[in-house]
């Protein structure tokens, strides 16, 4: 009887020792999973984030454009101005004219 006790025990000494490495690679799953689920939350937090800030900046940029439309007279009841644009046209050619053929009278060449 003393064999068949003496077996028992070693049974039930590595039935304990299995179920404590079970025990342990259970807590390092558990662990491994907790740390995909905070991690999948913070790129959840960072794409939340990340589509706010292209809302604002596209509610910004279309009222930009809105305003330089109406700074330019691009918009409003008469559409599009032609004759003020065509004029700040010529205005700044003719401006880029004069400082070209001023720029002579100003900075002499001293290849002479």
Same mark, same amino acid.
């Given at each position: +009887? %003393?064999? %068949? ?8 000494? #590595?039935?304990? #020792? ?5 025990? %342990? ?6 662990? *491994?999973?907790?740390?995909? $689920?905070? /991690? ?7 794409? /939340? ?6 809302? =604002?900046?596209?509610? =910004? ?8 439309? #109406? ?11 032609? +004759?003020?644009?065509? +004029? $700040?046209? *010529? ?7 004069? *400082? ?7 900075? *002499? %060449?001293?290849?002479?």
């Amino acid at each position: +009887m %003393s064999s %068949s006790r003496t077996t028992e025990n070693t049974y039930e000494a #590595q039935n304990d #020792q299995r179920l404590d490495e079970l025990h %342990s690679k259970i807590r390092t799953l558990r662990g *491994v999973t907790t740390d995909i $689920y905070d /991690d999948a939350e913070r790129q959840h937090l960072t794409l /939340d984030d990340t589509g706010n800030a292209f809302s =604002s900046l596209s509610t =910004s940029l279309s009222q930009s454009s809105r305003r330089a439309a #109406q700074a330019f007279g691009l918009s409003g009841a008469g559409g599009v101005r032609q +004759m003020r644009i065509i +004029m $700040y046209i *010529v205005g700044s050619f003719l401006a880029l004219w004069l *400082v070209w053929k001023t720029k002579g009278i100003w900075w *002499v %060449s001293e290849s002479a």
